[in-house]
């Protein structure tokens, strides 16, 4: 006998079959009506739940972002023309420096009295950490050695504390404007003097505005 055979042979059964909960709900105003209810109060805390992680993504970007990531900043004043201008608006990164030192000649920004006050600069690197810096008239020494650079607008008229050797300690820059008599920089000993490493800030590297300059950041002469 066959599968289909036994079926057909099998007396029919009566089965009782329970209501969904839809049809329930249909039958039933009061049961309706608290479903309804649940499902506002479902749909308000998912309103929360996506105002929450918006307001969240939000301290994020004002806080976290602009201090280890990635910040604008305006110049003010003329010390690194002509490469930087007055007013210009810049981009600042800052992921770079928590993994590598600053190399020479990039332009960073810094607190030259510590993180904690409000003076803020832009400059350009030219001594590296246990380097000896020397400025003897236009000239530039590193360890003894003349600088081969074309980053000054002019010829310096002087080189402040660095006409006397400076050396840098393990966590020191030397840092110089471009517009080098018209700068306060690291031959200003009482101003700024050398730059330690924890009170360095970002790289600037690309400017935004004005937008007839927007671009990655390079020296004019």
């Not at 992680?53 to 301290?59: D, R, S």
């Not at 002019?154 to 402040?160: A, D, H, I």
């Amino acid at each position: 006998m066959t599968d289909e055979e036994e079926l057909k042979e099998t007396p029919d059964t009566e089965v009782t079959v329970e209501p969904s909960l839809e049809e329930e709900i249909e039958t039933d105003p009061e049961k309706e009506k608290i479903a309804e209810e649940e499902c506002k109060k479902t749909k308000k805390f998912g309103w929360l739940k996506e105002l929450l992680v918006y307001l969240v993504i939000i301290i994020l970007c004002v806080t976290f972002v602009p201090k280890y990531v990635i910040q604008r900043t305006q110049v003010d004043g003329h010390s690194m023309e002509t490469t930087l201008h007055d007013e210009e608006n810049l981009i600042v990164e800052k992921v770079t420096y928590h993994f590598k030192n600053p190399d020479r000649f990039d332009i960073i920004t810094f607190y030259p009295k510590g993180r904690n006050a409000d003076e803020y600069y832009i400059k350009r690197v030219i001594g590296l950490p246990g380097e000896t810096i020397q400025i003897k008239g236009n000239t530039i020494y590193i360890n003894g050695k003349v600088l081969k650079e074309h980053y000054g607008l002019e010829p310096m008229v002087s080189g402040g504390i660095a006409e006397k050797p400076i050396k840098l300690g393990k966590d020191e820059f030397f840092v110089l404007g471009d517009n080098r008599n018209d700068s306060i920089d690291s031959r200003d000993g009482e101003s700024v003097g050398v730059v330690k490493r924890k009170n360095i800030d970002g790289h600037a590297i690309l400017r935004i505005y004005p937008f007839s300059r927007f671009g990655k950041i390079t020296h004019e002469k």
